[in-house]
């Protein structure tokens, strides 16, 4: 079964010996299989493969042997890497559309959205770009998120009132 499995930046395995991960090599896993326990994991598509994802690589793989499914879910006795890439720069700009995107349609509902927000995007596009730095991005960041407590408390408040009234 062709499968999707994600790797932290250091491209280690995350449990047993924790061993660097290297497209064209085999790995398998000794003892019974159980999922989320022993074996070696990957799902049919990449997205579902990213909700469980340690960090930013991406390995394009294929599961043989015993095979066990459960949910989006399967592992194998083995699993050779075909190939694997950083995705962490594409990973940054979904995020980014999405947000945009979400932006956008509250705006279309005719809700208010902080301009801390949007200057939140743009820094965060500047950054994409290297244009901007770290601590701008944190900052811009830091703001965004304010301006998301304030709109939840003022949602809350709102609807306590409503609820009062």
Known sequence: MLGWHWLAADRRLRYGERKLVEAGKTYTAEG?????????HACRRALDALQHAPGPVVCRVRLSGELVHEGDKSLARSRPVLWM?????????????????????AEARGEVVDPRSWEA????????RGLATNQEL?????????????????AAWNAAWNAGW
């Open 121 to 128: 995007l743009r820094v965060k596009t500047r950054w994409l």
């Open 138 to 154: 944190s900052a811009a960041e830091s703001a965004a998120e304010s301006a998301a407590e304030s709109a939840a408390e003022s």
């Open 32 to 40: 019974p299989l159980k999922m989320c326990v022993n074996g070696m």
């Open 85 to 105: 890439a950083d995705a962490g720069p594409i990973l940054h700009e979904f995020a980014l559309t999405v947000a945009t995107d979400a932006l956008g349609f």
